[in-house]
């Protein structure tokens, strides 16, 4: 008989139904310390999972590497073996200017340029994050006074380097869209379908609108500003579920 889950290789009983997820897999095992009686189990590709407790809720954490396709294997396969609460717990570029690198965003929802959300449903179909987990990752942020956060529809695109095409920073920017990342549209649309719950913080890492660098080259997401608000994020993120 075939594997329930043939990429990331987990089993139902491996995982909680509470699941914060991220693109790096040394960000998983960095929640993964957060969590007492921890235990990885799984580890295959991208995807590095870790499951354990949080002031007595199970929780589990998983990477699903960077971009909407691989990070749809992910979703899927773990709301197949009973997820019912994801959150992205990810980075991103901020569109806003008082919201600097070390700062925190909230998804409300996401534009889907994703690239794989588009196959899954019509792209008229909004991506719009569930309304408690929001609610919940507001509150465990507004809780701190650490911390400077807004909210707000983040894009979601299907490329971090641009080619011929360019980048529409500028135009979502001008839209509304308060920052940039790679996969909340495809967790966000994936929910929806599936009836779960989905939603996403980030830390900003830099603002693409101020860059000096078309394309990028001068892009560093490893400032200790950044390294010091991915512990708060994953705090807020855990104290969020614990209000689920």
Known sequence: MPPITPHIRLEPSDISPFVLTCGDPER?????EYLTNAKQVGAW????SYTGEYKGKRITA?????????AAICFQELIRIGAHTI????????YLAHIRSGDILIGTGATREDGTSNVLVDVA???ISDLDVTNALRAAAAARRDVKFA??????????Y???????HHYWADAGAVGVEMELATLLIIASLNKIRGGGIFVADGNPNETASANMSDYDPHRKAVEVAKDKMIEIALDALLRL
Not at 62 to 68: D, K, L, P, R
């Open 162 to 168: 641009y080619g011929l095409t360019p980048n529409p």
């Open 87 to 94: 959150v992205r717990v990810g980075t991103s570029g901020s």
């Open 151 to 160: 909210l707000g529809v983040m894009r979601s695109t299907a490329a971090f």
């Open 125 to 127: 179909f909004p991506a």
């Open 62 to 70: 998983i990477s699903h590497g960077v971009g909407g396709a691989g």
């Open 45 to 48: 590709r991208e995807y590095h």
């Open 28 to 32: 998983a095992k960095r929640i993964s």
